[in-house]
């Protein structure tokens, strides 16, 4: 059943189709102003339903990816939009949908037919063969990163659900006019006149000397070699056939995991805005303690009125990259990826907190 999608690799860069239903959305703009909890139903799907916390983690992927294709030019306040959350919402129901559809038509995904699927990728791949080293790389570039079992469940889903979403995808209307004018042309008849020469009358008026064919040698030594060949034999080791041979001692696993942590788990992330105000290293004693003061009155007032500090960002910060987003810094965590008093400021802080200034050795 899943063979035409080892044969199609777009299933990579599929689109999920949206399905539109009669869904009456009462009530559904409260759930958009007003936090509800993570368990606060945001719409009922065949009887599931879908909560304020599914719709926040989707809603937050969507703006991450944004963030990513526009950086600069991203502008957080798109998914303030009434109907861009409507959006994402109906995705969740169409999704939510196709997964009933799967479960009801008992549409399954083997543990082979995934990692034949995630080794026949590309980008997962180096001089043609799948290239772990270079999976896991990619994986832990991902933001938020994922971990290989998150990767492994993401393509299950996906390989699960294609069989549904293929002829939507693939779909097409073809207009009247466009068959009636491909049938006439299958009925229009063509006359046509060949002439026929024969290359062996003409052979006895060709001369070719030596130099011209070292010349045309030359110019084309691609086009006259032929690739090397090999002739190899190999052993085909099964997963499947080495498991049944194999017995797993449980301490053994559990070192494995001890040895492996990073792999199963994410580390603790956070979401964070700064005003930035900048020194240069060589500036003078007074130049420095002037942007300290500047930075410590801009903190007081960030404290007095946190409501305000997308404000503030705009008005103080010298930070290109965030002061024209309120200082919205993304996602990010404690990997390295911010310079360390920020960090460690950042990450003891609790939510709504407002520290700070933190200071480095060349910035305020």
Do not use: C, W
Request: charged fraction near 25%; aromatic fraction near 8%; proline fraction near 5%.
């Amino acid at each position: 059943m899943y063979d035409f999608i080892y044969r199609r690799k777009r299933l990579v860069q599929l689109i999920l189709a949206l399905i539109t239903l009669p869904f009456a959305f009462f009530g559904v703009d409260y759930y958009f102003r007003n936090d509800t909890g993570p368990t606060g139903e945001v719409a009922t799907v065949a009887g599931e339903r879908i909560t304020q916390g599914e719709f926040s983690d989707n809603l937050r992927v969507q703006q991450d990816r944004l963030r990513q294709t526009m950086q600069g030019n991203f502008d957080p306040t798109i998914f303030d939009n009434p109907e861009v959350r409507y959006s994402v919402l109906d995705q969740l129901i169409g999704r939510r949908l196709l997964q009933k559809q799967a479960q009801v038509g008992r549409l399954t995904v083997s543990d082979d037919q995934v990692r034949q699927f995630i080794s026949d990728i590309p980008a997962f791949q180096e001089g043609g063969k799948f290239s772990q080293a270079r999976y896991e790389q990619l994986l832990d570039m991902q933001n938020p990163r994922k971990s290989p079992v998150e990767f492994a469940g993401d393509v299950r889903r996906e390989l699960m659900l294609a069989p549904l979403q293929e002829p939507i995808v693939s779909g097409g209307i073809v207009a009247r006019s466009s068959v009636e004018r491909y049938l006439g042309l299958l009925e229009q008849q063509r006359e046509v006149a060949v002439a026929a020469m024969d290359p062996e009358s003409y052979l006895k008026e060709v001369k070719i000397d030596d130099a011209a064919v070292k010349t045309f040698y030359d110019a084309n030594q691609a086009a006259l070699q032929e690739p090397d060949e090999v002739k190899m034999e190999y052993v085909l080791l099964s997963p499947d056939t080495l498991g049944a041979q194999t017995t797993v001692d449980p301490d053994e696993v559990k070192k494995q995991y001890e040895a492996n942590m990073k792999a199963y788990g994410k580390p603790e992330e956070r979401q964070a805005a700064h005003i930035l105000i900048a020194v240069k290293p060589e500036a003078s004693a007074a130049d420095k303690e002037a942007a300290k003061k500047k930075a410590d009155d801009v903190a007081l007032q960030a404290k007095k009125n946190p409501a305000q500090f997308a404000e503030l960002a705009k008005k103080f910060s010298q930070d290109p990259g965030s002061a024209g987003q309120g200082g919205d810094l993304g996602v990010f965590s404690r990997d390295g990826s911010m310079v360390k008093p920020f960090e460690d400021a950042v990450f003891s802080a609790k939510a709504g907190d407002i520290v700070g200034p933190a200071g480095t050795s060349s910035r305020s």
